[in-house]
């Protein structure tokens, strides 16, 4: 893993999340506990069925299903209740109304086909439904082809950041994205928590680079 990290996290308003229109060659569904899904997404991520009935337990997960080819072929995790981000190497602490994606994948032979986009639509007319008010994820600056689903899924970034893991402690430094909702970036840097050194400003102009 790099010593430096520089993404953002951004946020989708669910006030307005409407039913998405799907492919028919595919379905988005969530994989619940003890569901034969948790089976077809363990084989997918190359885990334990067990592994993904632990991690349902925190939030849940939304799959694409192929039906031509009988499996899971793209996935995205939901936390609504705190997630840890490995590229911070920091536990994330949502607030009230909060869910946080992350860990989304498509299986190379169905990339381009605008199945993550798709997932993330349907997750935010789903929360949005339960009464969620935020969806949130992270992603790193060199994940382009994420921060284009992401932006035609509603998303937009709210806060920058920059993690610098060496010398430990981890070293934090955050400013808002540009034109973000001042309210959105102090909800953002709560969600960081007190033990990471927020700085407002600009990052130090050495850590310039790559949260996905």
């Not at 953002?8 to 229109?21: F, I, K, S, V």
């Not at 084989?43 to 039906?67: N, Q």
């Not at 928590?193 to 996905?212: D, I, N, R, V, Y």
Request: aromatic content about 8%.
């Amino acid at each position: 893993m790099s010593d430096v990290f520089t993404g953002a996290l951004w946020a989708r308003d669910l006030r307005h999340a409407t039913r998405p229109e799907l492919d028919g060659r595919y379905a988005i569904t969530e994989v619940g506990r003890a569901e034969a899904m948790a089976g077809h997404l363990a084989r997918a991520m190359g885990t334990s069925e067990a592994a993904i009935l632990e991690r349902v337990a925190g939030g849940g997960a939304w799959v694409a299903w192929s039906w031509r080819d009988e499996e899971v072929v793209a996935w995205c995790w939901v936390s609504t209740r705190e997630t840890y981000a490995t590229p911070l190497r920091r536990t994330l602490q949502l607030g009230a109304g909060d869910c946080f994606a992350w860990g989304a994948e498509t299986l190379e032979a169905h990339r381009g086909r605008g199945l993550f986009t798709a997932i993330l639509e349907h997750i935010a007319w789903h929360l949005a439904r339960e009464g969620w008010d935020t969806l949130w994820g992270g992603i790193g600056d060199d994940k382009i082809a994420s921060q284009r689903a992401n932006a035609r899924a509603g998303f937009r970034p709210v806060l920058r950041v920059t993690a610098e893991h060496e010398p430990p402690p981890t070293q934090i430094w955050s400013v808002p994205a540009d034109y973000a909702d001042a309210r959105l970036v102090e909800r953002a840097r709560e969600m960081l928590g007190p033990s990471a050194s927020l700085l407002a400003g600009e990052t130090p102009a050495e850590l310039t680079g790559a949260m996905a």
